[in-house]
C-alpha cells in the first residue's frame, strides 16, 4: 500500500464519467471490450492508433465521424499529439464499465487485456502496462481523477502500485500468477477502493439507480436481460448499500445530537465559568469574615460547656428542646469555664474572672434587676474572689472560696440559704432580704439575689467565737450541708423530722422553726433550720453529699454514714433516718469518695494493684467476690514470686457414655426415658452430669417410647466418629504433655493432669489464663494446631454430646460447588436463611415465628441427617437475630446435635476452611475448668491464682474504652478467702513479657508486689433500675434482690451490698456525678462514660435508650473532660482549658487522630 495514495478519498463528482464516454461505459459489455482488444492485437499496427485507424478499428460508420473525432480528442495526451494509446480506453472501459458488478472479473479482463487471454501469469512488464493504461485511461475517462492525481504522475502511482504487489506476492520471481494478481487487486487498500465507485450496487458508487426513474429502469431491464447473474449482483450490492446509508444516516444523527449534546455542555462549562468568576468577587468580600469566624470556631472547646438531655439546663434557650449527643452551649464558646455544679433546675459556672448561671428557681442579678427564670446563660457578680467549690439546691446556691469561706443566696423560704431570720441577717451583716410576691400563695417570699458570706462560719472577735474554715460544701433540694476542715458537718434548711429527716438532726425539734407551703392548709406544714448546727455522731468526716431528701457523708476510717428519704434504696417501703446510721459492710471496701443519686449510691474504694519489680508496670487486680478482702492485701509487703502457666488443654477423660460397648444393647424403654428425654431443655443446670448430658423426667409414656428410639439411633450412629485414646494423644493441646503420667497410662485425667504441671506452683503465686465458659464448642484441628474454636448455642438434641465429644471430618455445605461429598459421618456447617422457612415471611406472626423457625430447621436437619450427616453447625442469617436455643420435639424425628452460630462466627469458620486444607472437626461439651484450677492450685500450695481474661474478639476503638478483656470479677465459691484476683487481658500480656524462664522449674517467673490504691473500685448499690447501678443488664445482675414499690404497685431489683462496677474498676475515675437515675464517670485521661436512664437523652449516647453498663460517650472521646456534672433529665461537661499555643497544637493532634480513625475498619459485635 503506497504512503501516497492509500489515503485518498474521491467524491461523486471526482469519479464521474465524461459525457462522450458514457455510451461505452453503459452500453458496451465486457465481451466487447474483450473482442476490441483481440481486434487491436490483429492490427498489423501498435497500440498507438492515429484517427483514420482509430475510425477503423471502432468501425462506427461514416454516421459518427464527429463522435469518434471528440473520442479520439479526449484521448489524446497533448493537444499535438498525432495518435492516441488505444489501451488507456480498452483498461479504462473494463473498469468503468456499468455492464458488470463482478470486481474480479473486472480485475480478470484487464489481465487479458495485457496479455494472451489464455496466459495464466503476469509479467514484470505486463503489470506495469496494466497500471499505466488504467491510470491514465481513468484520467481521461472520468471528470476529476486527472485533478486529484494532478501532484503525482502516472509513473509514480504505477511504479509504488507494481512494488506493493510484488513484494506482496513474489518477491524473487519473475512472473506472478494472474490469479494472485486478481486477489491481490481485490484486497489492496488502494486498488480495491477505486474499483468500488464503478461496481454497479456497491456504495461507493454515485450512480446508484433512483426509485421511481424509468430510464434508469429500462437500462436495468436491458442489463438484466443481457447478464443476469449481473443483475442479481448488483441488486443485492444495491441492497447492501441501501442499509448501510440507512445505518449511516442513523450514525449521522447520533453524530449530530452528541455534537449537540457536547456544545451545550461546554456552553454550560462556560457558563459555570462565568458563574465562578462572578462568586469569586463575591467570596473575597467575605473571605476575612469567613477566616475570623474559623479563628473563632477552633477555640470553641477551649474551656467549653457541652450539654445534652433535656430542659433548660441545655443552655441553648429552648425549654422544651432534646438533644441526644453533647453540643456546646452557643453562649459561652471562648469562655474558658473553670468549675460547674447543676441542680434540678440551674446551672453554675465560673471562668478565672466572672460566673454564668442559667435556668429557674434560682434569684440571679443580672445588670440592674433581678430574674427568676434565665433561658440562656448570663453573667452574675459572684463577689468570691478565688472560687473553690460550687453547690445548687433547687432555689438556693452555695459558693465556697479557697480560704474556707462559704457564701450563700436565693430562696430563704425553707431557711436554706443559712443566714437565719430577716432581723438576724440585718443584725449580722446589715443586709436585708428582698421580698417576692409568689402569684400562686399571694404571699411575699424573701430571697438574696447577690452571695453573702455565711456569718455563722465567719466567726465574731466580740463574742471569742472563732471562724470555721470549711472544706466542703453540698446541697439538697431545700436543705445545705458542710463539712469543716476538723471533720464536723454542719447542716441548715428543710429538714422535717415527720418526713425524711435529711438534716440527721434525729427527732429533736426545738431548734427548728415551723413553716407552710400554703399557709391556708396546715397540712402543708414543714420543720426548717435557718442557721447551720453541727450534726452529732459525726467526726473525723472527710467527704459529704446529698441529693433530693437524702445526705451521707465518709469518715476517715472508711465508715459511711447515711440519713434521710431511703425511697426504693432498701427494697421496700420503710421509714426515713433522722440521724446518721452507719452503712454496715462498706468499710471493708476502703471508700474515697462517693455519688449520691435519688435512690442509688455510687463509690469510688481502694483496689489492689500487682506491680512487677524494677518497672513502672502497674497492673490492676479485681479481686474475686469470696476471696481476701482489700485490708489483708495490705499485709502483703513481701515481694512474690509470680509462675505463668498457660492450661489450655481440656479434660477427656472418658465417662461412660463414652464407652457404649458397655452398654446393654438392649436396654429398657422405661430406662431410656428416665436417663434422656428430648422433651425437655438440655440447659437446665439442675440436670447436667459432668460429661454434659442433661437428663429430666419424660412427661409422657409416648414421649418416652420415641425417646427410647432416638436414643437407639443416635447410640449407633456416633460409634463411628468417637474420638480414641490415641487420637487424643495427638491432639495439640496433649502434644507438649506427652511426659505426664495421665497421658502415658491413657487415662487423661483432667486434675490429673493439673497436679502434673502444676507441682512446682507451692509458695508461687500463679497467673493462668481465666478457663473458657462452660458450653458446647466446636474446634477445627489441623495435625499440630487448633485452628479455630467457637462457641455456639445448642439445641435439645446435644443432650448426649460428651466432654470427648464427636471427632470426624467437616464440610462447608453454605456454597456446595459439588454433589458428590462425603456427607456420611460428617460434620456440616449450613447456613439458615428466610429462604429456609416452611412458609413465607408476611405469614410470620410475632406468636408463632420461634415455632415456625424450629419447624423450618427441623425440616433441613432431617434431610441431612438421612444423608448421613453426624452434626450440623447452623448459622442463624435471619433478620439480624441472635442465635438461640433450639427446642426440637421427639416427634419430629431428628437426633443429630445441631449448634447455632451467628454470622460473623460463620465468617470465621469459613475463613479459616479457606486458609487451611485437610480439617477436622471436634464437637464437644465443656465444663468450666476454672473452679478446679483454682482449686487444684491452692491445694497444692500456690500463695494465689491471679487470673488472666481471656483476649478479646476487637480491640477498643479509643483509648480507654470498655473492652470485653477488661477484667472481670471471678463470682465462683471459695474456700477460707484465698488470694484470687482476675487482671486485664492487656495487663495480663504485660506480665507475660515481663517474664523470664526459669530452668530450675521450667516456669515463666516474675518478680512482682501487691500494693493498695485509695480509689480504683467503683462500687455501686441501691435502686438498680433503668441500669443506675451499672452492673449490667438485670438479667445477668444474678446477686440482685427483688423489691416491691407499694406507691406503684410494682417490683424493681435492688442491692443492700455494694457491689462492684466492673466495667470502670481500674480506669483510674477521679470524679463521679449521680443525677437522679444516671451517672457519669469522669477519668483522670479526660474520658467521660456514662449510664442509667436515658428516656431524655441524658447520656450523650445519640438516643433514648437505658443503658445498663458505663459505656464511653464517644462524642466526647478526643476531648479532655475536666469536669462532669448531672441532675435528673441532663448532663453537663466541661472540657479543659488551655493558653492558645497549647490549645492549637491540640486540635492538631485530634485532627490526626480523627484521620487515623476514620481509615480504621468498622467493628462489629461477636461473641466467642
Given at each position: 500500500?503506497?504512503?501516497?495514495?492509500?489515503?485518498?478519498?474521491?467524491?461523486?463528482t471526482?469519479?464521474?464519467?465524461?459525457?462522450q464516454?458514457?455510451?461505452f461505459?453503459q452500453c458496451?459489455?465486457?465481451?466487447?471490450?474483450?473482442?476490441?482488444?483481440?481486434?487491436l492485437?490483429?492490427?498489423?499496427t501498435t497500440?498507438?492508433?492515429s484517427?483514420?485507424?482509430?475510425?477503423?478499428?471502432?468501425?462506427?460508420?461514416?454516421?459518427?465521424?464527429?463522435?469518434?473525432?471528440?473520442?479520439?480528442?479526449?484521448?489524446?495526451?497533448?493537444?499535438?499529439s498525432?495518435?492516441v494509446?488505444?489501451m488507456?480506453?480498452?483498461?479504462?472501459?473494463?473498469?468503468?464499465t456499468?455492464?458488470?458488478?463482478?470486481?474480479?472479473?473486472k480485475?480478470?479482463l484487464?489481465?487479458?487485456?495485457?496479455t494472451?487471454?489464455g496466459?495464466?501469469t503476469?509479467?514484470?512488464?505486463?503489470?506495469a502496462?496494466?497500471?499505466?493504461s488504467?491510470?491514465?485511461?481513468?484520467?481521461k475517462l472520468?471528470?476529476?481523477?486527472?485533478?486529484?492525481w494532478?501532484?503525482?504522475?502516472a509513473?509514480?502511482?504505477?511504479?509504488?502500485?507494481?512494488?506493493d504487489?510484488?513484494?506482496?506476492?513474489?518477491?524473487?520471481?519473475?512472473?506472478?500468477?494472474?490469479?494472485?494478481?486478481?486477489?491481490?487487486?481485490?484486497?489492496h487498500?488502494?486498488?480495491?477502493?477505486?474499483?468500488?465507485?464503478?461496481?454497479?450496487?456497491d456504495?461507493?458508487?454515485p450512480?446508484l439507480p433512483?426509485?421511481?426513474?424509468?430510464?434508469?429502469?429500462?437500462y436495468?431491464?436491458?442489463l438484466?436481460?443481457?447478464?443476469?447473474?449481473?443483475?442479481?449482483?448488483?441488486?443485492?450490492l444495491?441492497?447492501?448499500?441501501?442499509?448501510?446509508?440507512?445505518?449511516?444516516?442513523?450514525?449521522?444523527?447520533?453524530?449530530?445530537?452528541?455534537?449537540?449534546?457536547q456544545?451545550?455542555?461546554?456552553?454550560?462549562?462556560?457558563?459555570?465559568?462565568?458563574?465562578?468568576?462572578q462568586?469569586?468577587?463575591?467570596?473575597?468580600?467575605t473571605?476575612?469574615?469567613?477566616?475570623?469566624?474559623?479563628?473563632f470556631?477552633?477555640?470553641?472547646y477551649?474551656?467549653?460547656?457541652?450539654?445534652?438531655?433535656?430542659?433548660?439546663?441545655?443552655g441553648?434557650g429552648?425549654?422544651n428542646?432534646?438533644?441526644?449527643?453533647?453540643?456546646?452551649?452557643?453562649?459561652?464558646?471562648?469562655?474558658?469555664?473553670?468549675?460547674?455544679?447543676?441542680?434540678?433546675?440551674?446551672?453554675?459556672?465560673?471562668?478565672?474572672?466572672?460566673?454564668?448561671?442559667?435556668?429557674?428557681?434560682?434569684?440571679?442579678?443580672?445588670?440592674?434587676?433581678?430574674?427568676?427564670?434565665?433561658?440562656v446563660?448570663?453573667?452574675?457578680?459572684?463577689?468570691?474572689?478565688?472560687?473553690?467549690?460550687?453547690?445548687?439546691?433547687?432555689?438556693?446556691?452555695?459558693?465556697?472560696?479557697?480560704?474556707?469561706?462559704?457564701f450563700?443566696?436565693?430562696f430563704?423560704?425553707?431557711?436554706q440559704?443559712?443566714?437565719?431570720?430577716?432581723?438576724v441577717?440585718e443584725?449580722?451583716?446589715?443586709?436585708?432580704?428582698?421580698?417576692?410576691?409568689?402569684?400562686?400563695?399571694?404571699?411575699?417570699?424573701?430571697?438574696?439575689d447577690t452571695p453573702?458570706?455565711l456569718?455563722?462560719?465567719a466567726g465574731?472577735?466580740?463574742?471569742?467565737?472563732?471562724?470555721?474554715?470549711?472544706?466542703?460544701i453540698?446541697?439538697g433540694?431545700?436543705?445545705?450541708?458542710a463539712?469543716?476542715?476538723?471533720?464536723?458537718v454542719?447542716?441548715?434548711?428543710?429538714?422535717?423530722?415527720?418526713?425524711d429527716?435529711?438534716?440527721?438532726?434525729g427527732?429533736?425539734?426545738?431548734?427548728?422553726?415551723?413553716?407552710f407551703?400554703?399557709r391556708?392548709?396546715?397540712?402543708?406544714?414543714?420543720?426548717?433550720?435557718?442557721?447551720?448546727?453541727?450534726?452529732?455522731n459525726?467526726?473525723?468526716?472527710?467527704a459529704?453529699?446529698?441529693?433530693?431528701?437524702?445526705?451521707?457523708?465518709?469518715?476517715?476510717?472508711?465508715?459511711?454514714?447515711?440519713?434521710?428519704s431511703?425511697?426504693?434504696?432498701?427494697?421496700?417501703?420503710?421509714?426515713?433516718?433522722y440521724?446518721?446510721?452507719?452503712k454496715?459492710?462498706t468499710?471493708?471496701?476502703?471508700?474515697?469518695?462517693?455519688?449520691?443519686?435519688h435512690?442509688?449510691?455510687i463509690?469510688?474504694?481502694?483496689?489492689?494493684?500487682?506491680?512487677l519489680?524494677?518497672?513502672?508496670?502497674?497492673?490492676?487486680?479485681?479481686?474475686?467476690?469470696h476471696?481476701?478482702?482489700?485490708?489483708?492485701?495490705?499485709?502483703?509487703?513481701?515481694?512474690?514470686?509470680?509462675?505463668?502457666?498457660?492450661l489450655?488443654?481440656?479434660?477427656?477423660?472418658?465417662?461412660?457414655?463414652d464407652?457404649w460397648?458397655?452398654?446393654?444393647?438392649?436396654?429398657s424403654?422405661?430406662?431410656?426415658?428416665?436417663?434422656?428425654?428430648?422433651?425437655s431443655?438440655?440447659?437446665?443446670?439442675?440436670?447436667?452430669?459432668?460429661?454434659g448430658?442433661?437428663l429430666?423426667?419424660?412427661?409422657?409414656?409416648?414421649?418416652?417410647?420415641?425417646?427410647?428410639?432416638?436414643?437407639?439411633?443416635?447410640?449407633?450412629?456416633?460409634?463411628?466418629?468417637?474420638?480414641?485414646?490415641?487420637?487424643?494423644?495427638?491432639?495439640?493441646s496433649?502434644?507438649?504433655?506427652?511426659?505426664?503420667?495421665?497421658?502415658?497410662?491413657?487415662?487423661?485425667?483432667?486434675?490429673?493432669l493439673?497436679?502434673?504441671?502444676?507441682?512446682?506452683?507451692?509458695?508461687?503465686?500463679?497467673?493462668?489464663?481465666?478457663a473458657?465458659?462452660e458450653?458446647?464448642?466446636?474446634?477445627l484441628?489441623?495435625?499440630d494446631?487448633?485452628?479455630?474454636?467457637?462457641?455456639?448455642?445448642?439445641?435439645?438434641?446435644?443432650?448426649?454430646?460428651t466432654k470427648?465429644?464427636?471427632w470426624?471430618?467437616f464440610?462447608?455445605l453454605?456454597?456446595?460447588?459439588?454433589?458428590?461429598?462425603?456427607?456420611d459421618n460428617?460434620?456440616?456447617l449450613?447456613?439458615?436463611?428466610?429462604?429456609?422457612?416452611?412458609?413465607?415471611?408476611?405469614?410470620?406472626?410475632?406468636?408463632?415465628i420461634?415455632e415456625l423457625v424450629?419447624a423450618?430447621?427441623?425440616?433441613?436437619?432431617?434431610?441431612?441427617?438421612?444423608?448421613?450427616?453426624?452434626?450440623?453447625?447452623?448459622?442463624l442469617?435471619?433478620?439480624?437475630?441472635?442465635?438461640f436455643?433450639?427446642?426440637?420435639?421427639?416427634?419430629?424425628?431428628?437426633?443429630?446435635?445441631?449448634?447455632?452460630i451467628?454470622?460473623?462466627q460463620?465468617?470465621?469458620l469459613?475463613?479459616?476452611?479457606?486458609?487451611?486444607?485437610?480439617?477436622?472437626?471436634?464437637?464437644?461439651?465443656?465444663?468450666?475448668?476454672?473452679p478446679?484450677?483454682?482449686?487444684?492450685a491452692?491445694?497444692?500450695?500456690a500463695?494465689?491464682?491471679i487470673?488472666?481474661?481471656?483476649?478479646?474478639?476487637?480491640?477498643?476503638?479509643f483509648e480507654?474504652?470498655?473492652?470485653c478483656?477488661?477484667?472481670?470479677?471471678?463470682?465462683?465459691?471459695?474456700a477460707a478467702?484465698?488470694?484470687v484476683?482476675?487482671?486485664?487481658?492487656?495487663?495480663?500480656?504485660?506480665?507475660?513479657?515481663?517474664?523470664?524462664?526459669?530452668?530450675?522449674?521450667?516456669?515463666?517467673?516474675a518478680?512482682?508486689?501487691?500494693?493498695?490504691?485509695?480509689?480504683?473500685?467503683?462500687?455501686?448499690?441501691?435502686?438498680?433500675?433503668n441500669?443506675?447501678?451499672?452492673?449490667?443488664?438485670?438479667?445477668?445482675a444474678?446477686?440482685?434482690?427483688?423489691?416491691?414499690?407499694?406507691?406503684?404497685?410494682?417490683?424493681?431489683?435492688?442491692?443492700?451490698?455494694?457491689?462492684?462496677?466492673?466495667a470502670?474498676?481500674g480506669?483510674?475515675?477521679?470524679?463521679?456525678?449521680?443525677?437522679g437515675?444516671?451517672?457519669?464517670?469522669r477519668?483522670?485521661?479526660?474520658?467521660?462514660?456514662?449510664w442509667?436512664?436515658?428516656?431524655?437523652?441524658?447520656?450523650?449516647?445519640h438516643?433514648?435508650?437505658?443503658?445498663?453498663?458505663?459505656?464511653?460517650?464517644?462524642?466526647?472521646?478526643?476531648?479532655?473532660?475536666v469536669?462532669?456534672?448531672?441532675n435528673?433529665?441532663?448532663?453537663?461537661?466541661?472540657?479543659?482549658?488551655?493558653?492558645?499555643?497549647?490549645?492549637?497544637?491540640?486540635?492538631?493532634?485530634i485532627?490526626?487522630?480523627?484521620a487515623?480513625?476514620?481509615?480504621?475498619?468498622?467493628?462489629?459485635?461477636?461473641?466467642?
Open positions: 500500500m503506497g504512503s501516497h495514495y492509500s489515503t485518498l478519498r474521491y467524491d461523486a471526482q469519479v464521474c464519467i465524461r459525457p464516454f458514457l455510451p461505459t458496451v459489455p465486457m465481451a466487447e471490450i474483450a473482442a476490441l482488444a483481440e481486434k492485437r490483429l492490427l498489423p497500440a498507438f492508433l484517427l483514420d485507424e482509430f475510425r477503423s478499428w471502432l468501425h462506427m460508420g461514416s454516421t459518427f465521424d464527429v463522435y469518434t473525432l471528440y473520442l479520439f480528442e479526449s484521448l489524446k495526451t497533448t493537444r499535438e498525432k495518435k494509446y488505444a488507456e480506453l480498452l483498461c479504462a472501459l473494463a473498469v468503468c456499468s455492464t458488470s458488478s463482478s470486481a474480479p472479473a480485475v480478470d484487464l489481465c487479458s487485456l495485457c494472451h487471454p496466459a495464466r503476469l509479467s514484470e512488464s505486463d503489470i502496462i496494466l497500471l499505466l488504467t491510470i491514465n485511461g481513468l484520467r472520468t471528470t476529476g481523477l486527472d485533478a486529484a494532478q501532484h503525482h504522475s509513473r509514480d502511482l504505477g511504479k509504488e502500485l507494481l512494488a504487489a510484488w513484494q506482496s506476492l513474489e518477491k524473487d520471481a519473475s512472473t506472478i500468477a494472474r490469479d494472485d494478481f486478481v486477489v491481490w487487486c481485490l484486497q487498500k488502494t486498488t480495491s477502493y477505486i474499483l468500488r465507485h464503478f461496481i454497479p450496487g456504495i461507493l458508487n450512480s433512483l426509485a421511481g426513474d424509468r430510464q434508469q429502469a429500462l436495468a431491464s436491458i438484466a436481460s443481457l447478464s443476469p447473474d449481473d443483475a442479481e449482483r448488483a441488486a443485492e444495491a441492497k447492501m448499500a441501501a442499509s448501510t446509508k440507512i445505518q449511516a444516516i442513523y450514525k449521522g444523527r447520533l453524530a449530530q445530537r452528541s455534537f449537540t449534546r456544545r451545550d455542555e461546554r456552553l454550560a462549562l462556560r457558563h459555570a465559568a462565568a458563574q465562578t468568576i462568586a469569586y468577587a463575591k467570596k473575597q468580600k473571605a476575612q469574615q469567613l477566616m475570623a469566624r474559623a479563628v470556631e477552633r477555640t470553641a477551649n474551656g467549653a460547656v457541652l450539654t445534652f438531655g433535656a430542659g433548660l439546663s441545655l441553648n429552648h425549654v428542646s432534646l438533644q441526644t449527643a453533647p453540643k456546646i452551649v452557643p453562649r459561652l464558646q471562648g469562655a474558658k469555664s473553670l468549675r460547674i455544679t447543676v441542680s434540678s433546675s440551674t446551672t453554675l459556672l465560673t471562668t478565672a474572672t466572672e460566673g454564668f448561671a442559667w435556668g429557674h428557681g434560682l434569684p440571679l442579678r443580672i445588670g440592674d434587676g433581678t430574674q427568676l427564670v434565665t433561658k446563660p448570663s453573667a452574675i457578680a459572684l463577689n468570691v474572689a478565688i472560687v473553690q467549690q460550687l453547690a445548687l439546691g433547687v432555689s438556693h446556691c452555695l459558693v465556697l472560696d479557697r480560704i474556707g469561706r462559704v450563700s443566696w436565693g430563704n423560704d425553707h431557711g440559704t443559712g443566714h437565719g431570720p430577716s432581723d441577717l443584725a449580722r451583716t446589715g443586709a436585708r432580704y428582698a421580698t417576692y410576691l409568689d402569684p400562686r400563695l399571694g404571699e411575699d417570699v424573701e430571697y438574696l453573702l458570706p456569718a455563722y462560719f465574731r472577735d466580740a463574742q471569742a467565737a472563732e471562724a470555721i474554715p470549711i472544706a466542703a453540698a446541697c433540694d431545700f436543705f445545705s450541708l463539712l469543716s476542715r476538723d471533720g464536723a454542719y447542716s441548715w434548711g428543710e429538714g422535717n423530722f415527720m418526713f429527716g435529711q438534716l440527721g438532726h427527732t429533736a425539734s426545738d431548734h427548728l422553726a415551723v413553716g407551703v400554703d391556708r392548709q396546715r397540712q402543708s406544714a414543714f420543720t426548717f433550720a435557718s442557721e447551720p448546727k453541727a450534726v452529732a459525726l467526726q473525723d468526716i472527710v459529704i453529699g446529698c441529693k433530693g431528701n437524702r445526705s451521707a457523708a465518709l469518715a476517715r476510717d472508711h465508715q459511711l454514714y447515711e440519713w434521710g431511703w425511697g426504693r434504696m432498701l427494697g421496700t417501703e420503710l421509714p426515713p433516718a440521724a446518721p446510721q452507719i454496715h459492710g468499710q471493708q471496701y476502703a471508700l474515697a469518695s462517693f455519688a449520691l443519686g435512690e442509688h449510691t463509690a469510688d474504694g481502694a483496689s489492689v494493684w500487682l506491680c519489680l524494677h518497672t513502672p508496670l502497674e497492673c490492676f487486680v479485681l479481686l474475686a467476690q476471696a481476701r478482702g482489700v485490708d489483708h492485701i495490705r499485709a502483703l509487703v513481701a515481694p512474690m514470686d509470680l509462675a505463668i502457666v498457660d489450655t488443654f481440656d479434660d477427656y477423660a472418658a465417662s461412660p457414655e464407652d460397648g458397655s452398654l446393654s444393647p438392649e436396654t424403654e422405661a430406662s431410656i426415658a428416665g436417663e434422656s428425654p428430648w422433651v431443655s438440655p440447659l437446665d443446670t439442675s440436670s447436667v452430669t459432668d460429661d448430658a442433661h429430666a423426667r419424660s412427661p409422657s409414656a409416648i414421649h418416652s417410647s420415641i425417646n427410647a428410639l432416638l436414643h437407639k439411633l443416635w447410640r449407633t450412629r456416633c460409634q463411628e466418629v468417637q474420638p480414641t485414646v490415641a487420637q487424643f494423644q495427638q491432639h495439640p496433649l502434644l507438649p504433655l506427652r511426659w505426664c503420667r495421665a497421658v502415658k497410662d491413657e487415662s487423661l485425667d483432667y486434675k490429673a493439673l497436679r502434673e504441671v502444676l507441682t512446682d506452683i507451692g509458695g508461687r503465686l500463679l497467673l493462668t489464663s481465666v473458657p465458659p458450653g458446647f464448642y466446636l474446634e484441628l489441623t495435625q494446631a487448633i485452628l479455630l474454636e467457637l462457641r455456639g448455642i445448642p439445641s435439645n438434641t446435644c443432650r448426649m454430646v470427648r465429644g464427636l470426624t471430618h464440610l462447608d453454605t456454597d456446595m460447588t459439588s454433589t458428590e461429598l462425603p456427607l460428617s460434620i456440616v449450613v447456613r439458615f436463611t428466610e429462604a429456609d422457612l416452611v412458609v413465607k415471611v408476611q405469614h410470620l406472626r410475632e406468636e408463632t420461634v424450629t423450618s430447621i427441623a425440616q433441613k436437619a432431617l434431610t441431612l441427617q438421612e444423608y448421613g450427616v453426624i452434626s450440623i453447625v447452623l448459622a442469617d435471619f433478620h439480624a437475630s441472635m442465635p436455643e433450639l427446642m426440637l420435639p421427639g416427634d419430629l424425628g431428628v437426633y443429630i446435635p445441631i449448634l447455632m451467628d454470622v460473623d460463620c465468617s470465621r469459613q475463613a479459616a476452611l479457606v486458609a487451611q486444607k485437610d480439617v477436622t472437626a471436634r464437637l464437644f461439651f465443656r465444663p468450666d475448668h476454672t478446679t484450677i483454682l482449686a487444684t491452692l491445694e497444692l500450695g500463695t494465689g491464682v487470673l488472666q481474661q481471656r483476649a478479646p474478639v476487637h480491640a477498643p476503638t480507654g474504652d470498655v473492652s478483656g477488661d477484667a472481670t470479677i471471678y463470682r465462683g465459691p471459695l478467702s484465698p488470694l484476683g482476675t487482671v486485664s487481658y492487656a495487663h495480663g500480656s504485660a506480665l507475660r513479657r515481663g517474664a523470664h524462664y526459669d530452668d530450675a522449674t521450667n516456669l515463666l517467673m518478680k512482682v508486689q501487691f500494693c493498695v490504691r485509695p480509689y480504683g473500685n467503683i462500687y455501686a448499690w441501691g435502686c438498680a433500675a441500669g443506675r447501678l451499672g452492673l449490667g443488664p438485670i438479667a445477668d444474678i446477686d440482685l434482690d427483688d423489691g416491691y414499690d407499694a406507691m406503684t404497685e410494682t417490683t424493681y431489683r435492688w442491692t443492700l451490698e455494694p457491689k462492684v462496677v466492673t470502670l474498676s480506669r483510674d475515675v477521679v470524679e463521679i456525678a449521680a443525677g437515675s444516671h451517672t457519669l464517670a477519668t483522670r485521661q479526660g474520658r467521660v462514660f456514662s442509667g436512664r436515658g428516656a431524655h437523652g441524658q447520656l450523650g449516647h438516643d433514648t435508650h437505658d443503658v445498663w453498663t458505663p459505656t464511653l460517650i464517644r462524642r466526647l472521646a478526643y476531648e479532655n473532660i469536669a462532669v456534672a448531672a435528673d433529665t441532663s448532663s453537663t461537661v466541661l472540657c479543659e482549658a488551655l493558653d492558645d499555643v497549647a490549645y492549637e497544637q491540640r486540635r492538631k493532634e485532627a490526626l487522630l480523627k487515623a480513625h476514620a481509615k480504621l475498619p468498622r467493628r462489629h459485635h461477636s461473641t466467642l
